[in-house]
């Protein structure tokens, strides 16, 4: 028969065996959280969105159709995909602008360049999630719109008429609403104006560069400097618990 002694020591010594073991995966924890913590997200710059007619990769388009031109430099939409969006009736989604009478043009070109935007920018990638839809793996969401965009839009609009204010889910606007309801908060109206490098323009003059890929990569860095400090936090957690693990083997 074991000594008292000897009874306790023996699963003492199993659970620091254990402890051993597991180990080098604390440690490997510990550096996957350093390593991730360190890397940028240029994975979210100059990406195209996974949707129905969106190209897999940005690139030239110089026959891009009207309103969509600014992009033609580096495009995630095809000239056909540019030319379909400025008809009245498009074959792209089946949709009639006129769904509710005759929009006034002044109103309708804010329209056909939001989906100018939607189906040509690559500089969306921030502001990108996945979704389950039919038709679209990805969509946009919360896009800092600049304050005049915006307020131009509804301007503009403001006398025209629809029968509902998203028409993503069904069928008036009121004031700066219209930009963040109308295709289920795909923009958030931001407080910042046009030239800032903050909020994202509908409308550019391409001879001056695309102002976005300078917002883009400003909020990309944000969202890294984000999950870097969580990810360090984590990896700090990680090292305490590896150092005190240590101590009590060695102790």
């Known amino acids: 028969m074991l000594p008292a002694a000897m009874e306790v020591q023996l699963p003492l010594q199993g659970q620091r065996d254990m402890a051993w073991k597991w180990m080098p995966l604390l440690l490997l924890l510990v550096w996957v959280a350093t390593m991730c913590s360190a890397q940028d997200r240029s994975d979210l710059l100059n990406v195209c969105m996974d949707a129905k007619h969106h190209k897999t990769?940005?690139?030239?388009?110089?026959?891009?159709?009207?309103?969509?031109?600014?992009?033609?430099?580096n495009a995630c939409c095809t000239a056909n995909t540019s030319q379909e969006l400025h008809k009245d009736t498009s074959r792209l989604y089946n949709f009639n602008w006129d769904h509710c009478g005759k929009m006034e043009p002044a109103c309708k070109r804010h329209f056909i360049q939001d989906t100018c935007l939607y189906e040509c920018s690559p500089n969306l990638g921030p502001w990108i999630r996945q979704v389950n839809q039919s038709w679209r793996k990805e969509r946009f969401l919360d896009v800092p719109l600049c304050k005049e965009d915006c307020q131009r839009w509804w301007e503009d609009c403001?006398?025209?008429?629809?029968?509902?204010?998203?028409?993503?889910?069904?069928?008036?606007?009121?004031?700066?609403?219209?930009?963040?309801?109308?295709?289920?908060?795909?923009?958030?109206?931001?407080?910042?104006?046009?030239?800032?490098?903050?909020?994202?323009?509908?409308?550019?003059?391409?001879?001056q560069g695309n102002p976005n890929e300078e917002v883009a990569r400003f909020y990309a860095a944000v969202m890294h400097v984000n999950a870097g400090e969580m990810l360090h936090g984590i990896g700090g957690l990680l090292l305490s618990l590896a150092l005190m693990l240590q101590l009590w083997l060695l102790g």
């Open 57 to 73: 990769k940005p690139g030239p388009e110089d026959k891009l159709h009207d309103q969509c031109s600014p992009w033609k430099k």
């Open 158 to 207: 403001h006398t025209s008429h629809t029968c509902k204010s998203n028409w993503h889910r069904g069928w008036d606007w009121t004031s700066v609403a219209l930009c963040e309801g109308l295709w289920s908060h795909s923009y958030k109206v931001s407080n910042y104006s046009r030239g800032s490098g903050r909020c994202i323009q509908m409308w550019f003059d391409s001879a």
